[in-house]
Structure formats: C-alpha cells, structure tokens
C-alpha cells in the first residue's frame, strides 16, 4: 500500500495564476518530505523540501505547506509559467535513508 | 559538471539473461540509490548504499542485486530478469555527513523484458 499519495494523476492551470499541488501520506514517523520536478527523458530534480517541525517554506515562486495533523502536504506555484510544465512528485522519509514518493501530478501550464 | 551517469540509456533483453545497469557519480557523494519509476505507482526504492560496502533494501528489492565497491560507483545486477521487472529506473545521489540534502538524479534506464 502507497504511502504516499498524490491523488490528481493531472493539473491545468492558466500562466500566471496559481499551481496547487497536493499530496497525502498515511505514515506519521515521516518528518522530511520534498518536492521533485521531472521533465520527459530526464531524471527528476530537487524543487523544494519541509521539515516536520515547519509547516510552510518558501523559495522564490514555490511554497510548500505542511498539514501534520490531516497528514497533507501541498506545494504552491505563484505565478505559474508554462516552463513549469512537468510532472511532480513529492516525497517523505522518516531517516532520510529510505524515500517513499507518490504517483506524481502532470502540470500544464497554458499559455 | 557535477552528475549522474547511468548506462545504458535503454535496453531490451531477454527473460533470464543477466544485466547489469551502471551508475556513476562525481560529485563524492557517500549515498546513493536506485529507484523504479512505474505508471501510476510513482518512484520506488530498491537499494540504497550509504557508503561504500554499505547497502540496505528499500521498498521493492526483489530481483536486484546491488555493490558498492568505491564510492563513486552503484551498479545495479538483475540476475535473472522478468517482463515485470520493465520499468524506467533512476540512480541518486546525495551527501550525507548529518546534512539532509537533496538527491540528485541521473537521466534514467529504460528497460525491456521480453
């Protein structure tokens, strides 16, 4: 069973306006979790990362937000560009030696 | 140019015939790690090293073998492949050392069973 679910296999956004991704986890040891961007034939690379004792994290355009409570997590694009176009996948770990990601969410940002 | 190298980039073979994906890093990273990414399922963990002559299971070891004999090296051995184990996979790598950074990954092996 997943323990890492992001449940929206897709997203369309308008350039300009916001991205919300989201992402649930059911395992509560978790206390690092990260964002990774991945275009087509290529591998995916680090946008972002959280830990267990923040609950939001900038950096620049990209914001994530953590929910521990309701085990959430979601990452904020403002203002979308159509470059951002890619798929995403979050990510916990509870020792930072094994990673568990989700399914990932295709971002299409329109121009 | 710090990276990492996986090869080959694609590969179809054969049930049964042993393979062997290489991975290499430059960047002295003591971690490293391979990952399968399938539809629907997202990236999963096979192996991980946390530095040379160590290895652990991740979530989906079955079917791999890993080494670690220098650090800048993780190859991954698929002893007797089967058409389950088609997937797209991905070497990492990152530092460790109490910090906790982000990994790096390569470009990604393409591989068919047949």
């Known amino acids: 069973d997943q323990q890492v679910k992001q449940n929206s296999p897709s997203l369309s956004v308008q350039e300009g306006r916001i991205s919300i991704l989201n992402c649930d986890y059911t395992?509560?040891?978790?206390?690092?979790f990260l964002w990774y961007k991945k275009y087509p034939a290529e591998g995916p690379t680090f946008l972002i990362s959280?830990?267990?004792?923040?609950d939001k994290n900038e950096d620049g355009r990209f914001t994530v937000f953590l929910n521990k409570s309701a085990k959430h997590l979601s990452l904020h694009i403002v203002p979308s560009q159509p470059g951002d176009s890619a798929v995403y996948f979050c990510a916990a770990s509870y020792n930072f030696n094994k990673f568990y990601f989700g399914s990932g969410t295709k971002l299409n940002v329109k121009p | 140019e710090a990276q990492v190298t996986q090869n080959p980039r694609y590969l179809i073979t054969v049930t049964g015939k042993k393979l062997t994906v290489t991975c290499s890093q430059n960047?002295?990273?003591?971690?490293m790690s391979w990952y399968r990414q399938d539809p629907g399922l997202g990236l999963r963990q096979i192996y991980y090293s946390m530095n040379v002559e160590v290895t652990d299971k991740g979530d989906v070891p079955e079917g791999y073998k890993v080494s670690r004999k220098e650090k800048r090296n993780f190859p991954l051995i698929l002893e007797s492949p089967s058409p389950n184990q088609t997937s797209l996979y991905f070497c990492a790598s990152r530092m460790t050392g109490g910090l906790r950074t982000e990994a790096f990954f390569g470009q990604g092996t393409r591989l068919t069973v047949v």
């Open positions: 959280i830990s267990s004792i923040k």
């Open positions: 960047m002295n990273h003591e971690y």
């Open positions: 395992n509560s040891m978790f206390d690092y």
